[in-house]
């Protein structure tokens, strides 16, 4: 099973800053089997980008994702107040698919 | 418009069975993967099986295999997930969610989700 670390555990930024997140495949994963989730309280997860950097149908260009083999990031660019949320990173290359425990980004 | 409709809340006692669904609209049911999510009080996202619709060909997470049991149903455009005998652990909201690809290959993000299923389980 693919072993999924994100870091921070949270991130306590201001409206307008970038939020970096990091998610660190425990193999090599290639790129196209990388996604990232925003989840809201109260809220089903939300798929933000895949592929490792593809937005998903209606994801504002402040939020991009690079990265390659154990090495991931989710950048979000100039905060805005709805972006306070838990992000997850998730493998879909090798079954089970699995997700990383997740960034929370605060208000600081 | 695509949805993915989830049953109501359920509240069980431990040992006791559950099938929960997942009512699809909007898209052509069969040639879509459905993914159940799950996700403990205060916790993250658990990835627990995928169910390919057209031929019910179904993967588990090695952490619920044996746990719980994966279907669909064409003819109703649902997907389910059950258990068999209930533990407080298995409390949760459970999702269900789409394949963003229409193929038969399991390989893909969830670009779809339901609002989840809240099970409680307690004496």
């Known amino acids: 099973e693919i072993v999924l670390t994100q870091s921070p555990g949270t991130l306590s930024l201001s409206p307008g800053e970038r939020a970096t997140l990091s998610c660190r495949p425990s193999q090599n994963i290639d790129s196209i089997y990388l996604a990232w989730y925003q989840q809201k309280p109260g809220q089903a997860p939300r798929l933000l980008i895949y592929?490792?950097?593809t937005r998903a149908t209606g994801i504002p260009d402040r939020f991009s994702g690079s990265g390659s083999g154990t090495d991931f990031t989710l950048t979000i660019n100039r905060l805005e107040p709805e972006d306070f949320a838990v992000y997850y990173c998730q493998q879909y290359g090798t079954s089970p698919f699995t997700f990383g425990p997740g960034t929370k980004v605060d208000i600081k | 418009e695509v949805q993915l409709v989830q049953s109501g809340a359920e509240v069980k006692k431990p040992g006791e069975s559950l099938k929960i669904s997942c009512k699809a609209s909007g898209y052509r049911f069969s040639t879509y993967w459905i993914a159940w999510v799950r996700q403990m009080p205060g916790k993250g996202l658990e990835w627990m099986g995928i169910?390919?619709?057209?031929?019910?060909?179904?993967r588990y997470s090695p952490s619920f295999q044996g746990l719980v049991t994966i279907s669909a149903d064409k003819s109703t455009r649902a997907a389910y997930l059950q258990w068999n005998s209930l533990r407080a652990s298995d409390t949760a909201i459970y999702y269900c969610?789409?394949?963003?690809?229409?193929?038969?290959?399991?390989?893909?993000?969830?670009?779809?989700w339901g609002r989840g299923t809240l099970v409680t389980v307690s004496s």
């Open positions: 592929g490792g950097s």
């Open positions: 169910i390919y619709p057209d031929d019910s060909d179904t």
């Open positions: 969610a789409r394949s963003l690809y229409y193929d038969s290959s399991p390989q893909s993000p969830w670009d779809y």
